[in-house]
């Protein structure tokens, strides 16, 4: 193939790199319906939530500039919390020296922290600005201070449980102060300063073991240089010692703020560690200016705070997908709720948010941009447990292996370990029989773990002796920022050998949405009589059937698929019933088809299979391990093939164009050597010097001047009124005189021009041809290595251009070689 036109080429090879575009690929049509996997979220799916008093130092230590910083704090707590089950009470507290003198006063009462709440928290909180010495002495009164907390806390009997060691909902109280007790000028601690704050101290104690008692934490908060860090550590250590999860770090400790500046951050963090959630760090900048917060995947629920000082300030949020998002309301699968817009803090309450780089931009008028603002994120993840056990309905006495994995609200499956860096996994079991018995999971590769860090968590457990019926299963997480669910897995013993045994085998495959995984179910029937098996799909928190202590089926999945909320994973089974027929062991295919609206990753999930005639004993479960991903679009199927056709013609074209250089060096003139003669007489010469000859042709005129001889003369006019020579593809010179006839002409023989004759000597000779007539070149001719090679001029030779004579000779002497340039005499050096 002989391409003539290379650019041609290559705009097709990039008119074919253009066929990107997403023209779709086959949506395989799902047999039945499908409906999505995950129950419906509900109160329970959200953060836990916790019952917290800010607790607010107002003595006469503290500076003004010091108390609009507690007063910030606080309100940075309160629209902070991620939870609206949450409730919040502000408190301020200094001393009672004198009639009418109150050591504490209720800034704001119990408040539910839902979004009207979280409005009232931000307006009353202002309260803690004012101070009035007339109803509040300057002392610190820290007995005070923790009674008036823990009855607030518990003035409902919620947390006047059976067990004080496990309350039902956290009780914490956040006490923020500058300095140390001083009730010295208290009259009701005694008669003199030494006796009362000696008083004040062992009041101290009993309030502090009141609050342990009631199952209520003291987290302190000093800053400035008068704090005794030694009460407020004891504080920390004499309250409620529980822990979130048992999380390291969220035990109550004091904590420490260099200055009345650091407050917030310091508060933040400690909050976080209290509630068992994490605090992730923005960035700091003066109106008018972008800030940004970053959001890890594992974060299901969370608030983006804004310490905004100054009222005035305005604030715009944009998700990482830089879209702005509502201030109230639903938006993607996330639902937003914004408070504190006219107070010091703002913050943007997000359920589901989007992970990533979130950007907030503050604005504000001319006056009010001096101030700094900086932005954080408070966010916890909570996960949904996904368990398995093997045998699903063992016998008492009987080792079991259990295996965990977890799932966000979404129903996506962490697979990542980094996100549950530090996690433990524990399982806890409980029935008829026998006493709560509770094994420690692992992800390390050590049997029965398959494989580590996996983020699938096995161990073993043994079913007691004793235990007969009923058995409930639950799956416990503790990481920072990361709480359980702990919804049941439920199931019953099996009591000698039953009719029916059952195995479940589900593919591990890479699908999109809307095509089928396939399965076999392994069933033996040793019965006398036909059993009806029942395939299910579950979210692994509830096996088929209802559970055995009669509470409703979580997540249950009922005639073959699974129930929920649109927008999770859409799954249907086929077939959702079969038939064991006594006395053999059969093998039933089936297929679990994958919903057009299955998010894409790992499937989250599980398949069951129960007997219809005993259903609160699943025979087996198994997981879906099965990944989903986008359907190819036109470029993802036929993007090598687009590769190869432009890689293809790339090298066509690149062949072209070495073809084409080629066949321009080729028509090149240069070094041709043109002589004008006169009877065997040279007149003139002129050798065509590169550039000179464009497109392969060579202009010429032959002027003559009265009583001077004739001469040649390149031309850059018309071709009508000049002589041309050219070179074409194959070589091959061509000369058309003026008016005249394009012929060939031979290099070395005379054409005429007028009155006399021009010669052209094509010095150029192709290098294929020289080597060749080279190598035949005796090597005493042609000079051994080192001997150099020159052309000498004869007395009286020469041309206008300095071009040899005719009589040149060369040097060494001997004769020339005969080359392509015909009688030249001159020995060539373009080998």
């Known amino acids: 193939m002989h391409w003539r036109h290379p650019r041609g080429v290559l705009l097709l090879a990039g008119a074919l790199l253009a066929l990107s575009g997403p023209f779709g690929g086959p949506a395989a049509a799902a047999p039945g319906a499908a409906v999505p996997l995950t129950t419906a979220s509900g109160a329970a799916d959200g953060p836990d939530p916790i019952d917290f008093a800010v607790v607010v130092d107002q003595s006469a230590s503290l500076a003004d500039e010091d108390l609009v910083r507690e007063t910030e704090a606080a309100a940075l707590l309160s629209q902070g919390e991620i939870s609206d089950r949450s409730r919040a009470t502000v408190i301020g507290f200094g001393s009672s020296e004198k009639a009418g003198q109150a050591p504490v006063r209720d ?8 979004e009207a709440g979280r409005r009232h928290l931000s307006d009353c909180v202002q309260g803690l600005s004012r101070r009035d010495r007339a109803l509040m002495g300057p002392g610190t009164d820290f007995p005070a201070a923790i009674r008036q907390a823990v009855s607030r806390l518990t003035e409902d009997g919620a947390a006047a449980t059976a067990d004080p060691k496990a309350p039902r909902t956290p009780k914490v109280v956040f006490l923020l102060t500058d300095g140390k007790l001083d009730v010295g000028d208290s009259p009701e601690y005694g008669t003199d300063p030494a006796s009362r704050q000696a008083n004040g101290a062992k009041r101290l104690d009993e309030e502090l073991a009141r609050a342990r008692a009631a199952g209520v934490q003291i987290w302190p908060l000093g800053f400035g240089k008068g704090i005794d860090r030694a009460a407020l550590t004891a504080m920390a250590e004499s309250g409620y010692r529980g822990a979130c999860s048992d999380v390291p770090g969220s035990m109550p400790r004091m904590r420490e703020a260099g200055s009345s500046a650091e407050i917030d951050k310091a508060l933040q963090e400690t909050f976080a560690a209290a509630r068992c959630a994490r605090v992730a760090e ?10 940004f917060v970053t959001i890890p995947p594992i974060a299901t629920d969370g608030s983006l705070t804004v310490s905004k000082h100054d009222p005035k ?6 998700d990482p ?9 639903e938006f993607e699968d996330s639902s937003f709720e914004v408070s504190g817009e006219d107070g010091p803090v703002e913050a943007l309450r997000v359920k589901n948010p989007l992970p990533g780089r979130w950007r907030v931009h503050i604005e504000a008028p001319e006056g009010h941009r001096d101030r700094e603002v900086a932005v954080r994120a408070i966010w916890q993840g909570r996960l949904r447990s996904v368990l398995t056990l093997d045998p699903a309905a063992p016998r008492a006495g009987q080792r079991t292996v259990v295996e965990v994995r977890m799932q966000t609200r979404r129903g996506v499956v962490i697979t990542d370990p980094r996100q549950l860096a530090g996690i433990g996994v524990a399982v806890e079991l409980t029935g008829d029989g026998f006493a709560p018995l509770t094994a420690r999971l692992a992800d390390d590769g050590r049997a029965p773990d398959r494989t580590a860090g996996d983020v699938r968590f096995t161990g073993t457990l043994t079913v007691p002796g004793t235990a007969a019926g009923r058995l409930k299963l639950v799956a416990r997480m503790s990481a920072p920022g990361v709480t359980s669910d702990e919804r049941p897995f439920h199931t019953v013993t099996t009591v000698g050998t039953p009719d029916v045994t059952a195995g479940l085998s589900v593919d591990r495959v890479t699908v999109h949405p809307g095509q089928q995984v396939h399965g076999t179910l392994s069933v033996t029937n040793n019965g006398t009589g036909p059993h009806t098996l029942r395939l299910s799909l579950g979210d692994g928190t509830q096996t088929a059937g209802p559970a055995a202590d009669g509470a409703a089926a979580e997540g249950a999945a009922a005639d073959g698929a699974a129930s929920g909320k649109p927008g999770t994973a859409e799954l249907g089974i086929s077939p959702a019933t079969v038939v064991a027929p006594p006395g053999r062991r059969t093998n039933v295919p089936f297929t679990v088809t994958v919903g057009k609206g299955t998010p894409l990753g790992e499937l989250a999930g599980q398949v069951a299979v129960v007997d219809t005639a005993d259903p609160g004993r699943p025979l087996d479960t198994a997981f879906l391990e099965v990944e989903v991903t986008p359907w190819p679009t ?3 199927k036929w993007l090598r093939y687009v590769i190869g056709g432009a890689v293809l013609l790339a090298l066509l074209a690149a062949v072209a ?5 080629a066949r321009r060096r080729r028509r090149d003139l240069a070094g041709t050597r043109l002589e004008l003669r006169r009877d065997g007489r040279v007149l003139d010469n002129l050798t065509i010097r590169p550039g000179q000859s464009a497109g392969g042709e060579y202009l010429f005129t032959v002027d003559e001047v009265r009583g001077a001889a004739p001469t040649l003369r390149r031309t850059r006019g018309s071709a009508a009124a000049a002589h041309r020579l050219r070179r074409n593809g194959s070589g091959e010179l061509l000369l058309r005189l003026h008016r005249g006839r394009e012929e060939p002409v031979r290099p070395g023989e005379p054409v005429a021009v007028d009155d006399c004759e021009l010669v052209v000597q094509g010095t150029r000779t192709p290098a294929r041809t020289a080597r060749a007539r080279l190598s035949a070149i005796p090597r005493a001719r042609r000079g051994g290595a080192g001997t150099r090679t020159r052309t000498r001029r004869r007395p009286g030779a020469g041309g206008a251009d300095g071009g040899a004579g005719a009589g040149d000779t060369t040097w060494p002497p001997g004769p020339a070689p005969d080359t392509d340039t015909g009688t030249s005499g001159t020995w060539n050096r373009d080998f």
Not at 321 to 329: D, E, I, L, S, W
Not at 657 to 661: F, H, K, P, T
């Open 107 to 114: 800034v704001c009462p119990l408040t539910t922290v839902d």
């Open 282 to 291: 923005g960035t700091v900048g003066r109106p008018p200016a972008d800030l």
């Open 313 to 318: 300030v305005r604030v715009t949020y944009f």
């Open 321 to 329: 997908a830089g879209r702005k998002v509502p201030t109230h309301g």
């Open 634 to 636: 036109w470029w993802d």
């Open 657 to 661: 164009g070495v073809r084409l250089a």
